[in-house]
């Protein structure tokens, strides 16, 4: 099992859910989400204690659920509140609440202890509030792979230049090293990409007219954020890296949810520091990202098939993977804390 | 493995079956039915003992069945009467031939020892013969559920309210309490909702006017076959338990055939008291069933669904529980019996 | 595990393969196959060692092959030419690349220890250098299937009379006793049908007025290639057994290819003594052909699909098993050959 808990996901972009039961699987837990007649979301375990019927095939009564087999009857905090046919509720009726959170346009689930769920830790950046930037929501993909192996796409900017050669990358970085850096749970690979020939997203969007230089910032807040800083600006400024904000510059969001140990969504966005009020623009900068983050998904689960055979030999590590190996060195560090006791005591002092 | 053996199934409607090879599976045994050039109906396993292939892929010689692979030819009795190119025939050379009896337009068989296919324990009703009553045949539904979980449904009055509010139940009889009782290997389950609207099956062919009393009494014949008893009556005729005939009365009647663990048939039927030559009424009455019929089936699907996932939890008993928890006992006792040696001998006195 | 392994196989038509990257599965091992600049063809194991990624999913670089994931690019002989990113070459980055062989428009491929691939050892016949016969290639059937039960098949000239009754076999050979006999590892199976009506395929091929005699030979060379030696001549001429010649003769060729332990292909095609110019009769031919391969697909898909449950009994032996078993036999003989160490040393002298 790979799954970190003690986490903040995303369950869907907030229009998605209404007052109608909408049915999630996150690893492998079936969810019920709905808003309450005052509008709040609600995720609440989507099985009846009773038959184990899904409780979204029943029906909200008020802001109560209730199963549309034998009719109990549950609140927004899971306690059963009616169970017909009887006059006493039973200690087991009841089904687990998931805490939630919605900002930005997005709902968030935690998946762990819920005295851990602080709303402090939900992913945020200062540039939604900016007025020199503009966020575009995209789209949620669907991909046939377990989280980590997308997870570790997300740490390695070596595959544009062979995954993605019409969009994000060009033959020009094919050999440019690296850099990988751990920053707590933050794992950041980059590289720089100096005097060379716009790739197809700046030719669209950059009106460059000569070289850039380019420039691809990873950050995989693990176990399922990543913020992909990238942009290019015109080589003969040769900005330092810290003048980003000279160039055009975005913010490419990944919000991975594990659905399953083989299937995963990703919701993607965008944040860029150029046409602001063109909302067209924004438009067709996501048509490039779905061509390219559907290459994704079908290099990822090309290979999530083949794990359905065991391998026939040891994987071959190389140097591109400095990063997805130091992710799943914080995935293991945050699996094993998790796998640990919360409250340990003092260990007993033996008796001599 | 949860099948009763000893015991009479549908395998199906009578004019289902012809001179054509029809296959079907019931308790994961394959078998093939066809009628002789009399018209008596003949049930063998539908597997060659020579290379496995279904014998329902060869063809009829006469009342023969011949293999479409070499030719091996077997009579109605299962035994092989040539095998092409050898004038001998192996002893090891038959199929299994499975007891059957055919009335009241079903194809009944027996899927237990053959000495103990007493055609005297078909199930039959009284009402088929009085002409009072007309017997109208329904669908065989086909449902992706354990049989045990369709009959507990069929123990259950309290579902109705909450799984047919359009047609058999209403909100009246939400928490009206049910009664339960065992008579040898029969399960009952009934109540009465006096004094209140009818549901929209009786507004739809009772005529009321005001508040009816409305009863419905469940026997599940165990394993396989019951009986619903309902209907409605006028509530100021305020009519007695046993006076039920006064009223508008149906039988529905649902005969379960176990396919796989996870797989079952339903063939179901009604007769009713009223529009005795009213064919057209039977077909009406049907719409209204198939609808009913699906509304379960929706939900055991569902639930069977979710079996394959192992539970989190110990299922939550709830007072509905009690006619399908009297059902489990009575097939736990059936199970137990067909287990146990069938001739068992005195046991030997230990020499002291 | 069925498999033998030092046998060519089949691995498509030639005219199949070209420039790009073809995906084939072979005994459960993933291949791709593609053709250098020069034409030549070669097959590689179709799974980066890095990440598993198919480089089926990746692109030729004149003759080498790189992955479409992070660029790991490999030569025909499957060695690692370069890794992006890194200027060293890991010992381990290498794929295999299996031997090939191709000859009279087939691609061969050795599956077993390279050094025994010999190219002596690839199918052949005299009849396609001969005159007096036309060759005519035919399809690539996907059959459902155990390699070995399709071989069971090719041994067996008793089913046609009962599979392919409108085509290759009628009821005057139902009876007819079978010859069976091995030669090294080849299992010939054969019958005359003297002075009988012509088969469906001789009627519509062969002009005959009167009875015919026909034979059926069947060679079937383990693990994987069938000769289908058939034919008629009229009666009245009562040509010997050496003089098949001179009646109307086909050879129907078999190749099998395991794809895994419940699929396989057979890539079939035939060589005539009639109408050696006739492209169109040729066609017409296949045509029949089709029908018979296609009635034979039914049979064994039908026969793998109960291969799903465990036999309830012990397979009957039957007369007409004699070439089955005998081929069986030859196949136990060739896995024990290949599960020995090839290169025995003598036994160690135990000190006395």
């Known amino acids: 099992m790979t799954f970190v808990r003690n986490a903040w996901y995303v369950a869907g972009w907030s229009p998605t859910f209404g007052r109608e039961l909408t049915p999630l699987t996150i690893m492998d837990e079936d969810i019920v989400v709905f808003r309450t007649e005052a509008g709040k979301a609600v995720a609440l375990t989507d099985e009846c204690p009773h038959k184990r019927l899904p409780l ?3 029906k909200l009564i008020g802001d109560s659920l209730q199963c549309g087999y034998h009719g109990l009857t549950f609140g927004c905090d899971g306690k059963c509140l009616r169970v017909p046919g009887q006059s006493n509720l039973p200690p087991s009726a009841w089904v687990r609440a998931y805490p939630l959170h919605e900002a930005r346009g997005i709902l968030w689930i935690w998946m762990g202890e819920v005295e851990k769920a602080d709303p402090a830790l939900v992913f945020d950046l200062p540039e939604f509030d900016d007025p020199r930037w503009a966020p575009h929501h ?3 993909l669907q991909i046939e792979s377990n989280y980590l192996a997308l997870a570790d796409n997300l740490c390695d ?3 544009v230049s062979f995954v993605h050669p019409t ?3 060009n ?3 094919e050999d440019v090293p690296i850099d990988c850096a751990r920053e707590g749970r933050t794992v950041v690979t980059s590289r720089w990409i100096r005097d060379a020939p716009p790739v197809g997203f700046f030719k669209a969007f950059g009106n460059f007219e000569g070289n850039v230089d380019r420039w691809h910032y990873y950050y995989l807040h693990a176990p399922c954020v ?3 800083d990238f942009g290019s600006a015109a080589s003969d400024e040769a900005i330092g890296e810290e003048e980003r904000d000279k160039g055009v510059r975005l913010f490419a969001l990944h919000f991975l949810t594990p659905v399953s140990e083989t299937r995963s969504i990703d919701h993607w966005m965008h944040l860029r520091n150029i046409g602001l009020d063109d909302e067209e623009m924004g438009e067709r900068m996501n048509v490039q990202f779905r061509i390219a983050f559907d290459e994704d998904k079908a290099i990822l689960e090309a290979i999530q098939a083949r794990e359905a055979k065991p391998p026939a030999r040891r994987p071959l590590r190389i140097a591109v993977d400095r990063g997805p190996n130091l992710l799943r060195r914080v995935i293991a560090e945050m699996l ?3 796998s640990s006791p919360s409250d340990e005591k003092e260990p007993v002092q033996a008796v001599s």
Do not use: F, N, R, W
Request: aromatic content about 0%; overall charge negative; cysteine-free.
């Open 56 to 58: 979204s095939k029943g």
């Open 138 to 140: 995209g789209d949620a």
């Open 157 to 159: 900017p070596a595959h």
């Open 167 to 169: 969009t994000l990358g």
């Open 171 to 173: 033959p020009e970085s």
């Open 226 to 228: 990543a913020v992909i």
């Open 336 to 338: 094993e804390e998790e």
